[in-house]
C-alpha cells in the first residue's frame, strides 16, 4: 500500500482581501504521487498484480503519479498515452527514468481503451498486465476519497471545493459528506449538462453544488494573465499552484464566495504540481 496513506493532511489557512480560505494539502503527501492521486491509486495497485497498465494524455498527472507509485511499490508498469505526437514531454521522460513502458496510441485506439477486446489484443503484444481506467476513475477509488474525506473530520457547516476532471475525487467526497457540509465542484473545463446532471446525483447527505467555468475556457489552456494571478498567491502565500486545475479553480471559487459567506472555506489543492513545467518554458 501506498506509505503517503497513513500520513495526516496538513491544512493552511490564507487571507485573501480579508476572506480566509483553508487550502487542504493533499499536494503535500508526496512529491510525487502528488495530490488526489495518491488517494485514487492507493487501492488499485495491490498485491494482485505485478504489472500495471493506465491511460492518458502526454502531459498527464495521472500517469506520472502512476508511475512513480508503481516505482515505489515495484510494480512493472505500461502507460498508454493518447496521441501519436512526436515530442518527449517532460512527464514522458519521468515515465521512462522509472522504467515504465510507454505505448502511444492513436486518437481512434485510443477511443477503445475500456474494450475487452483491445485490452486482450494489448496484451498479447505487450504481456499480462491488470488495467486502472484513465484518471483512475474507478469505485477504488471513489471509496478511498471518500474515506480520506471523513479522516479529515472538517466542521460540520463548511463548504469545500474541490476540482473536477473525471469527476472521481468529487463523487467520493460526495459520497462522505455531513447533512450541513456544501460540497462545490469545480470542473477545469467547461462541463456539459448531463455530467453535471450526473455528479449532482451522486448520493450525498451533504448539498451538492457545481460551479462551472466559462463556456470559452479550455482545457489545460491558461493566458498570461491567469497565470500572473496564479504567480502573484503564490508569491504571496508561498503555496504552489498547478496550471490546469487549482491554478485556474481556486480563483474561481474566491471570487464567488468572497464576502458573502460566513461559513467555513475549504479548498482541497489536489496536488498536478509536475504540470508547471511546460507552462513555465513558454510563459519564462
Ligand atoms: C491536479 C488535479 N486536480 C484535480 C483533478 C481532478 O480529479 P478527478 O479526475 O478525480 O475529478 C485532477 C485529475 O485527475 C488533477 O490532476
Known amino acids: 500500500m501506498l506509505t503517503r496513506l497513513v500520513k495526516t493532511t496538513q491544512i493552511d489557512q490564507v487571507d485573501i482581501n480579508g476572506q480566509i480560505i483553508n487550502i487542504i494539502r493533499l499536494d503535500q503527501n508526496d512529491p510525487f504521487v502528488c495530490g488526489n492521486k495518491w488517494l485514487k491509486l492507493s487501492l488499485n495497485i495491490t498485491e494482485e498484480s505485478n504489472r500495471y497498465a493506465t491511460f492518458g494524455g502526454p502531459h498527464s498527472n495521472h500517469l506520472h503519479a502512476f508511475s512513480y507509485a508503481c516505482k515505489q511499490l515495484n510494480k512493472q508498469h505500461v502507460v498508454f498515452v493518447r496521441g501519436i505526437g512526436p515530442k518527449d514531454t517532460p512527464t514522458l521522460l519521468d515515465i521512462q527514468k522509472n522504467n515504465g513502458l510507454i505505448v502511444r496510441l492513436s486518437k481512434k485506439d485510443y477511443a477503445k481503451k475500456q474494450q475487452q477486446l483491445m485490452q486482450q489484443r494489448w496484451k498479447n503484444i505487450y504481456g499480462e498486465m491488470s488495467f486502472i481506467p484513465e484518471g483512475g476513475n474507478n469505485q477504488n477509488a471513489v471509496n478511498a476519497c471518500a474515506s480520506w474525506y471523513r479522516s479529515l473530520n472538517l466542521p460540520e457547516n463548511a463548504i469545500v471545493a474541490v476540482s473536477i476532471g473525471t469527476g472521481c475525487t468529487f463523487t467520493g467526497i460526495a459520497n462522505a459528506l455531513h447533512k450541513h457540509t456544501t460540497l462545490v465542484g469545480l470542473p477545469a473545463f467547461y462541463m456539459h449538462e448531463q455530467m453535471q446532471s450526473e455528479l449532482l446525483e451522486s448520493t450525498s447527505l451533504g448539498e451538492l453544488h457545481i460551479l462551472n467555468a466559462q463556456k470559452q475556457e479550455r482545457f489545460a489552456k491558461m493566458d498570461l494573465i491567469q497565470w500572473n494571478q496564479m504567480l502573484a498567491f503564490e508569491a504571496k502565500?508561498?503555496?504552489?499552484?498547478?496550471?490546469?486545475?487549482?491554478?485556474?479553480?481556486?480563483?474561481?471559487?474566491?471570487?464567488?464566495?468572497?464576502?458573502?459567506?460566513?461559513?467555513?472555506?475549504?479548498?482541497?489543492?489536489?496536488?498536478?504540481?509536475?504540470?508547471?513545467?511546460?507552462?513555465?518554458?513558454?510563459?519564462?
Open 237 to 284: 502565500t508561498q503555496i504552489l499552484l498547478d496550471p490546469v486545475y487549482t491554478g485556474k479553480t481556486l480563483f474561481r471559487f474566491i471570487k464567488h464566495y468572497q464576502d458573502t459567506c460566513n461559513r467555513p472555506l475549504y479548498f482541497i489543492h489536489t496536488g498536478g504540481l509536475q504540470g508547471r513545467r511546460v507552462y513555465q518554458q513558454q510563459y519564462s
